[in-house]
Every structure is written in C-alpha cells, then in structure tokens.
C-alpha cells in the first residue's frame, strides 16, 4: 500500500515549477510586481456563490477563539495595496473554498491573480491571451457575450426573461427541485449545466458582458431590464 506517496509524480512537479517560472517571467517583462499577501481574513467573502472556510484563532491559548477565514481569492487584500498607490501587482497563491469538491475542484488550490491600473477588459484579455497563447499553443481567443451565449444555446436572452421562464428553462434541463427567488441562481444554474458544457468544443473563450446583477467589485456600465440586467 502506497498511501504514503504524493499525489503528484515529480515529473509533474518540475512542470509546475517550469510554468511558475514562466509566469514570473512574463510579468516581470511587464514591469508588474510580484506581492504575497495574508492568507487569513477577519471578514468572510461577499460572493453569495462562494463559501468561505472558517477558522478558529486564539491570539494565545488562554484567549477565547475567534472565528477567521481562509481567503477564497487574494483580490480584497490586493485592491488594499492598489489603493495604497502599488501599480500593476499579481500574485500566486493559495486560495481556500467550502463545498468545492470534484475532478475540476479542490477546497485548497493555486490562483493567479493580477490587476493592470488603467487596464479595460478588453486591454486585459489581450494580456491573458499573451500569457496562455503560448502555453497552449493558442492563435487567438474568441470573445461572446453572456447574452449571445444564452440566445444561441437557449434562445432567449437573459435580460428578456423573466424569473418564470428561468425557472421553467433549468427544469427542462436540469433535474432539481428548488424555491429561490433570486434569477441569478437560476442563471448561474443554466450557464454551468448547460451552456460551459457546450463551449468545450473551444479551446478557450472569453464570455464577456455578465449581467450586473452579478458584478461583484467589478465596475458595471450600461443598463438593461429583467432578470440579467446590464452588463459588467
């Protein structure tokens, strides 16, 4: 019995180093810092999607605990040092996240997180596309709207629709029972279980224009009505 042994081969393992290095090297070129930020929070994440995993602290044994937080992504302590005038920083870091479970989750992984001061979205996706390009041997990358996506798989678009026909649309698609008010749950159901699963035939996209009901620290722009209102 080997239960002792990694469950990465090192041969994995010098790959990983190999694209960290990789990764360091392309920021480095673009003059974006590299920072290492607190791994525990005193506040969990304001996500309603994304449950944070607790912790009990005692600053010495004979204080009472207090609960603390994993951080489920570097950004709140990165847009601090934003604020405290850092320019372009990124970082690689564990990132912790309740209910994660699956053979595209972990509770415990690695992210890359980056911010760009004066960057749009648009400048940014060029960014991404010159980091993974060469790695996965990537001409380009389309982009598609949030709405596009939900017109071509779905035929509606979600700023047209209403909570009823969400709710009638998930359950021709998905077996679930559940009472929720909210349209982005029902959205964010749909886009998971029906929609990714198609863009697989892609190597990559970029889904651009997410509703702004679901804009979380991200700067909204235009407007729009029913469920998805407009875009982020």
Known sequence: MNSWQ????????????????????????????????????????????IDSIEVSYRPTLAHDAQTMYLQTSPEYAMKRLLAAGSGA????????????????????????????????????????????????????????????????????????????????????????QMDDSDPDSWLNLLMSHVIEPQLAELDAVFVTDYPASQAALAQARGCGRGAGGGPV
């Open 89 to 176: 920083i990124y970082q690689m870091g564990k990132v912790y996240r309740n209910g994660e479970y699956g053979g595209r989750h972990n509770p415990e992984f690695t992210m890359l997180e980056w911010y760009r001061p004066g960057f749009d979205d648009a400048r940014l996706m060029d960014e991404v596309e010159a980091l993974i390009g060469p790695l996965l041997a990537l001409k380009s990358v389309p982009r598609v709207r949030y709405s596009d996506l939900f017109q071509r798989y779905l035929g509606f678009r979600p700023e047209e629709a209403e909570l009823e026909q969400l709710i009638s649309v998930t359950r021709e698609h998905i077996d679930i």
């Open 6 to 49: 990694p469950s990465a081969s090192i041969e994995m393992l010098h790959k990983r180093a190999e694209l960290f290095s990789y990764i360091r090297d392309f920021f480095r070129q673009r003059q974006v810092l590299e920072v290492d930020t607190p791994v525990l929070s005193q506040c969990a994440v304001s996500d309603p999607f």
